[in-house]
T-cell receptor, first 114, second 116 residues
Framework: AQSVTQPDIHITVSEGASLELRCNYSYGATPYLFWYVQSPGQGLQLLLKYFSGDTLVQGIKGFEAEFKRSQSSFNLRKPSVHWSDAAEYFCAVGARESSYKLIFGSGTRLLVRP | GAVVSQHPSWVICKSGTSVKIECRSLDFQATTMFWYRQFPKQSLMLMATSNEGSKATYEQGVEKDKFLINHASLTLSTLTVTSAHPEDSSFYIC????????????FGEGSRLTVL
């Protein structure tokens, strides 16, 4: 069965500092991996996704993520955080074998210090 | 393209009543739709998977008689919360997929249900 772990419940960074949000997954085959962002009371916005190919994926808003099969990880990074990045971030895993249904991690809340 | 719309965005109902939430794919044919619920400050939990014209497949622990899912057309799925109670208050989000874009999921804006 698929599972996703986001070990950090909260992360606080200063505006302009770099950011890394951790995500580890468990799945036997090659997974489809996603990062979503959610502002309070809002729906989900897709930041980036990995299906195959280049393991470093570029997304919107200056985010990137790297798929590391050996570590079963798909960490999200941003070189310089903006105050508007404060939100909840979810990592998700899907697979063709399970009809692409997404299983979400527990989320990481990002707080940005001015 | 690939827009999914949910209606209503929010709804308040009395305990014991039933509430229907619609999920529509506006510009593509959604052969599969997924329904999630999200409690405050928590993650999204998959409730069920529905394929057009078939009965929904519910995740373990989700009451199928409580949460009725219908996917009668390629552009519409509905979730009906029957005999709603305050503990059913939650944020319900649908997502849709299409065979022409395997692996891609398109999410609705979510529907917030409050049961008094």
């Amino acid at each position: 069965a698929q599972s996703v772990t986001q070990p950090d419940i909260h992360i606080t960074v200063s505006e302009g500092a770099s950011l890394e949000l951790r995500c580890n997954y468990s799945y036997g085959a090659t997974p489809y991996l996603f990062w979503y962002v959610q502002s309070p009371g809002q729906g989900l916005q897709l930041l980036l996704k990995y299906f195959s190919g280049d393991t470093l994926v570029q997304g919107i808003k200056g985010f990137e993520a790297e798929f590391k099969r050996s570590q079963s990880s798909f960490n999200l990074r941003k070189p310089s955080v903006h105050w508007s990045d404060a939100a909840e971030y979810f990592c998700a895993v899907g697979a063709r074998e399970s009809s692409y249904k997404l299983i979400f991690g527990s989320g990481t809340r990002l707080l940005v210090r001015p | 393209g690939a827009v999914v719309s949910q209606h209503p965005s929010w709804v308040i109902c009395k305990s014991g009543t039933s509430v229907k939430i619609e999920c529509r794919s506006l510009d593509f044919q959604a052969t599969t739709m997924f329904w999630y619920r999200q409690f405050p400050k928590q993650s999204l939990m998959l409730m069920a998977t529905s394929n057009e014209g078939s009965k929904a497949t519910y995740e373990q622990g989700v009451e199928k008689d409580k949460f009725l899912i219908n996917h009668a057309s390629l552009t519409l799925s509905t979730l009906t919360v029957t005999s709603a109670h305050p503990e059913d208050s939650s944020f319900y989000i649908c997502s849709a997929s299409t065979p022409s874009l395997p692996g891609e999921l398109f999410f609705g804006e979510g529907s917030r249900l409050t049961v008094l």
